[in-house]
């Protein structure tokens, strides 16, 4: 397991699941539906919240910026990378990225967890990437 600050994020490099070899990251994509709660800096700042705390993800701070007319953008800074929340009022709809240098759930448990807490789940992508060691500066 990799992390540039271990003593940040305690107990998850004794965990055999989590171990992975520098440099990884996942990428969760989701995209959902929030209802009136797209407009709510606080509830998308919670939403933030919700997720960190339900993947075991160190949360350090959340900026959160909302946009004129409408929309908003929150960023919450985690020890493992960070989270993004984008909303779109207008269409009811919110792409969420979590981003991570651990391991994070299946896509069945994520959308699992994740249920109840938005009005519905429209897609949920998951990738990870290990960079190979070539580099090229062309």
Not at 17 to 41: K, N, T
Not at 45 to 63: C, K, M, Y
Not at 82 to 98: A, D, G, K, R
């Amino acid at each position: 397991y990799y992390t540039r600050r271990p003593e940040l994020t305690p107990g998850m490099a004794e965990d055999p699941s989590q171990r992975v070899e520098y440099p990884y990251m996942e990428i969760v994509e989701l995209e959902c539906e929030l209802g009136d709660s797209l407009s709510d800096e606080s509830a998308i700042e919670s939403f933030v919240d919700l997720i960190a705390e339900r993947f075991n993800l160190q949360l350090f701070e959340t900026a959160t910026y909302k946009f004129d007319p409408q929309g908003i953008t929150s960023v919450g800074i985690i020890g493992e990378s960070h989270i993004s929340i984008h909303t779109w009022p207008e269409l009811n709809f919110c792409h969420v990225e979590i981003f991570s240098c651990r391991k994070l759930p299946p896509l069945e448990t994520i959308s699992a967890e994740l249920e109840g807490s938005v009005e519905t789940v429209l897609n949920v992508r998951k990738r990870s990437r290990q960079p190979s060691t070539e580099q090229s500066f062309d």
